[in-house]
């Protein structure tokens, strides 16, 4: 059997190429950004967010086989039953290719009249409105039918394959912004169009690879009638409980349509570029942990499980902190270099979104740990249910006259409520989970370290006035005032001893070197 020292060094190896791929996505897609918004301009800019993230909605359905895909292929590698992860793929496939169909078809029947008869766009701007919605709906079903492939790769732990891919697609979506400036074809429409090839070439990629190495990944039609059902009764659950994280991003930002127009919608657009691009430290994190941890329950191995667990919830938050923390002392200065225009709302929608992400980052290992069960029905029931009240809660603040800003306060709210919700529910089905024992090691861990590193870096941001140096200034404060507080407070003496050793390590390497 695989030792835990073996497995966690697979671990921090999968998460090192997935922050390479992080890094330099993140680089590329925040340049993106900003030229992508010069050349459609505000207006645009909000019309493609906003119709594209109705099309996002429809994911609802197929985010939640894509976790039941990665779930049933990551218990049966734990198991080690060949024979079976095969028709686990080939059934998961079918399934999405008939799925992809079906989404299509509403799409083109409800979201058709939706988009023309709903949304607040400007009139010149609905032809060009319409063809992003048609090219989205195209990418949804690329997207969708790659699926499986992606749950393999994941499930077999090759992290390295999504680092070259992605710097193919960054590299790809940063040329396809400059031809769109170039072009004198609608600037909108080309670029729909343009990423809808960057797409396609990503799915292609993605299955050629997986049939060359995996062989679970030589498709034959075929569907398990037992396992098809073991899926959907899964992902059934699931869709309830997705559809509330779905609507919570997706459905927010038509509620923002309806009442703010397309400026904001530009707006909460650029807010989600800097939450997601922070946030992907976590997610990467927790993408390179999430195998462990099924694989760790199918075996039975549930010390190991939980200690994942601490310890992927405290990290995740470790990384997001320690990231967001100067973004929100500098979000304004940073913001008015980046972008040209900076729409309304922009900046203090981004510091909103990052708080949000920082809780939601706890919760990430505990979704998965519940996932890895099975039993999903009566924990969807109750966290799914708090979330579905995000959206009426943001409709009726701004029906009622609150800020925009409002959208963001009760996310926040709903995602503290969504935690307890799951340290109660949790135990429930994993008896060796204590909630009194994750209370005390991670969420009293990661209060003392943001209380902590936050004093200091607070003052130098109240005396020194908004500029370079205080930029330069304030974000290495926080920095060094972050990592001491996460060693000194937030790590425990096993992991401190783990990192003295690397670090001893390294300095010994350097020191042969020279």
Known sequence: MES???????????????????????????????????????????????????????????????GACTRFLNFEMGKGTDSQLRMVFSTSLTVHIILACIIAVLCESFGVWYVNNKMVIPESRLIAANWVFQISVLNFCVNLITVPFNAAIIAHEKMSTFAYVSIFEGVSRLFI?????????????????????????????????????FNECHYRFSIDKQLTKHMFSYSGWHIFGNSASILNRQGVDLVLNLFCGTILNAAKGISNQVMNAVASFASNFMIALNPQITKSYA???????????????????????????????????????????????????????????MIASLSNPLVTAQNATGNVRNYQIVVG???????????????????????????????????????????????????????????????????????????????????FISFVLVSLVCCISSLLSILMIGCTKTEKQIIYNQLDRFFKMVKIKN
């Not at 990423?195 to 292609?204: E, G």
């Open 385 to 467: 249910g708090l979330q579905l009240c995000n959206l009426p809660l943001c409709y009726v603040a701004l029906y009622m006259g609150f800020s925009p800003l409002s959208v963001m306060v009760v996310a926040i709210i709903v995602e503290i409520l969504s935690l307890i919700a799951r340290l109660i529910m949790i135990p429930i089905y994993i008896k060796s989970f204590s909630s009194v024992e994750y209370i005390r090691q991670v969420v009293l861990k990661i209060l003392m370290v943001t209380i902590v590193a936050s004093v200091i870096p607070l003052i130098f941001s109240k005396i020194l006035t908004e500029g």
């Open 177 to 213: 912004c400059f031809l769109v400036m170039w072009t004198s074809f609608d600037h909108l429409i080309a670029y729909a169009l343009l990423y809808m090839l960057v797409q396609v070439s990503v799915m292609i990629m993605y299955q050629v690879y997986c049939y060359r190495n």
């Open 4 to 66: 835990n020292s073996s497995k966690n060094k697979q671990i921090a190896k999968n998460t090192l190429f997935l922050y390479f791929r992080m890094l330099f996505i993140m680089c590329i897609s925040l340049y993106t950004s900003r030229v992508i918004l010069e050349a459609l301009g505000v207006s645009d800019y909000g019309v493609y967010n906003v119709v594209g993230g109705f099309v996002a909605m429809f994911a609802l359905i197929s985010s939640s086989l894509t």
């Open 299 to 357: 075996k039975g191995d549930y010390e190991y499980m939980l200690s994942l667990l601490y310890r992927g919830s405290r990290f995740s938050y470790y990384l997001l902190f320690f990231l967001s923390f100067p973004i929100l002392l500098n979000t304004d200065y940073i913001m008015h270099i980046w972008l040209k225009n900076v729409p309304e709302y922009a900046v203090q929608l981004a510091q909103l979104s990052l708080v949000a992400s």
